[in-house]
């Protein structure tokens, strides 16, 4: 086969009951919608070679590299507070892992590929939309410079999958740091199997985390911290452009600080704190404003699982105890992500530090822009007008009414004229963390639409515009613009 894959397989060299062999179930005509070049030359795999059927045939599993390893892995989880013992990877199969020239690993997994071990009764397929959806958003995210699993293609099966309706069938390439879990660690706590559990910590400290010494007596400790770090960080990202994961539960939060499972995800238009848009989330426990606390309650039970690994300093007391220092972590969640949260909102308003007081600058803001009912990715770019000494108001703010808002906006000012000796600087800050567009949730779903009628021109032109999210591009204003009261959509679907 004219496509090569350097990979080094090392999640199959861990122990068998880590994951199930599975082969991909072949499909009957796929045919290649999308391959990301870049990404792939980027991961060093050889394709130049590969006509359009080949790469059809690869990623929908129909043909496989020699050198794949393909398994599916084994993890339990959360789901909206409630856990599932065995979960697993039910229509996710993973090629193996390979090794980037700039170092690290990254797992290549199709999403769709046919039935495993894990599905649960489920046909283990994928329709077209979530497909297309997460291709979207994957790629957005990392070009907002977010955290995230890739897109490396997707391809259509040529059959229908069966959901509320019959719907095309697709099957997506995700590529990852790794697809290893919360749930992949609760997984084997739940089955009491400590040997496990530190086998899989030390495959993490080594791929994830390999400036933490093994050979340290708090090394599990030291793990536990530095992923309640990067995901502390990683919320405050999503928060501080609008985005909604929908669905965070435990077996969707990675180890290696990397957005996830991107299914009933959006961002959001209109600012309201409580914002749900995830079909399934009846009671609002994902809701934009949630997702901090949840974030936290997540790591709680990844900490339950680590306890029996971290050592008793019996010399401090109570305080000592495996549990206290785990519960000392867990509080500094909080200050990690208030940090980064408050750091990221005051570079939108072009505040190149931190200071007492910008909390209840923010925090005002946001509660004005709710009931104002502003468009949240809007506002921060408009308000760039705004920074003195051009102070010609633009977009939404040009016909803004609120004085409430207006008196908001002057103390913003002053405050920026005070802290800011370069306002030129500030505005150039202003507009390298402020898109001026992200993949709105009526504009994925019309490229949706039209693919599922054979029309991928809209899918194609939105992953265009989004590539450079931070600049001002005439030729795709329209995708810029907030949805109209009829455009709007409030729910988003999975697709399992």
């Keep these: 086969m004219p496509i090569v894959f350097p990979f080094k397989n090392s999640y199959a060299q861990l122990p068998a009951h880590f994951y199930a062999i599975e082969q991909p179930t072949p499909v009957k005509e796929p045919q290649l919608i999308r391959f990301n070049k870049a990404l792939a030359t980027e991961l060093g795999i050889e394709f130049e070679q590969a006509s359009d059927d080949e790469l059809a045939q690869l990623f929908a599993g129909n043909q496989l590299p020699d050198n794949a390893k ?166 405050a990202k999503w928060m501080s452009i609008g985005f909604i994961h929908g669905v965070m539960n435990t077996d969707n939060m990675t180890v290696s600080g990397e957005t996830i499972d991107y299914g009933p995800c959006a961002f959001m238009d209109t600012y309201r704190a409580k914002t749900v848009y995830s079909y399934i989330d009846r009671q609002g426990r994902y809701a934009y404003q949630n997702q901090p606390a949840i974030g936290q309650w997540n790591l709680a039970r990844l900490a339950e699982t680590l306890l029996s690994f971290i050592p008793d300093r019996g010399e401090l007391g109570e305080e000592g105890n495996p549990a206290a220092r785990a519960t000392r972590v867990l509080q500094q969640y909080s200050q990690w992500f208030q940090k980064a949260w408050q750091q990221n909102m005051n570079y939108k308003l072009g505040l190149s530090t931190v200071e007492e007081g910008d909390d209840a600058l923010i925090d005002d803001l946001l509660t004005l822009l709710e009931q104002a009912q ?118 988003t679907f999975c697709g399992t």
Excluded at 212 to 234: F, G, H, T, V, W
Excluded at 391 to 410: F, K, R, V
């Design 70 to 235: 393909p398994l599916a892995m084994a993890y339990a989880g959360h789901q909206f507070g409630h856990l599932n013992p065995q979960l697993g990877d039910g229509r996710a199969i993973l090629l193996g892992d390979l090794e980037t020239a700039t170092g690290g690993l990254r797992d290549i997994q199709l999403k769709g590929a046919g039935m495993t071990a894990f599905s649960r009764g489920g046909d283990g397929r994928s329709p077209l939309g979530p497909a297309l959806r997460e291709y979207i958003m994957c790629e957005a995210m990392a070009a907002l410079g977010v955290p995230t699993t890739r897109a490396l293609a997707v391809v259509s099966s040529g059959e229908k999958v069966v959901r509320e309706r019959l719907e095309p069938g697709a099957i997506f390439t995700r590529v990852a740091a790794s697809h290893i879990r919360v749930g992949t660690f609760q997984y084997f706590a739940l089955k009491k199997d400590a040997e496990a559990i530190q086998t899989l910590a030390n495959h993490v400290l080594a791929r994830h985390y390999p400036d933490i010494d093994q050979n340290s007596p708090d090394c599990y400790l030291e793990l536990l911290e530095s992923i309640c770090k990067r995901q502390a960080e990683l919320i």
């Design 374 to 491: 502003i468009d949240f990715t809007q506002f921060f770019r408009d308000i760039i007008s705004l920074v003195p000494p051009t102070t010609n108001p633009n977009g939404l703010l040009a016909t803004n009414n609120s004085p409430q808002l207006s008196e908001w906006i002057a103390r913003w000012q002053q405050l920026l004229k005070n802290r800011e000796q370069d306002l030129a600087a500030a505005v150039n800050l202003m507009k390298a963390v402020n898109p001026v567009i992200i993949p709105r949730n009526h504009r994925v779903a019309e490229a949706i639409k039209a693919a599922e009628d054979g029309d991928f021109t809209h899918f194609e032109r939105l992953l265009s515009a989004l590539e450079k999210p931070f600049e001002e591009r005439p030729e795709f204003s329209d995708l810029e613009k907030p949805p109209q009261p009829n455009e709007e959509i409030s729910n």
